[in-house]
Nanobody, 119 residues
């Protein structure tokens, strides 16, 4: 079982910045990718950014150029640097980890951290 712990959410003015952190409660060597997703009220959960254990990154279209995911997947610790925040970035941000062991795969989620961007 993998437990993900997020931190760093809060209230910020539009145009401001925030950094989110995510780490596992116990190191797992079988996590091959981690990332961030978000869900606004009444909307589906959407991709924000992911990073693999090889350092490959992907971003959702709405955050490209403003958000940066970085960290060390092998150490199960990642961050999300969010800049030029907009009110539409307001959501609960969830950390995700992809766990693989031979043919066994599983997805783990954190409890989420609220990000609110005031206009």
């Amino acid at each position: 079982q993998v437990h993900l712990v997020e931190s760093g959410g809060g209230l910020v003015q539009a145009g401001g910045s925030l950094r989110l952190s995510c780490e596992t409660s116990r190191l797992s060597l079988n996590i091959i990718a981690m990332g961030w997703y978000r869900q606004a009220p009444g909307q589906q959960r959407e991709l924000v950014a992911t990073i693999t254990n090889r350092g490959n990154k992907t971003y959702g279209d709405s955050v490209k150029g403003r958000f940066t995911v970085f960290g060390d997947v092998a150490r199960n610790t990642i961050y999300l640097e969010m800049e030029s925040l907009k009110p539409e970035d307001t959501a609960v941000y969830y950390c995700h980890a992809q766990w693989v062991y031979f043919s066994n795969k599983d997805d783990y989620w954190g409890r989420g951290t609220q990000v609110t961007v005031a206009s």
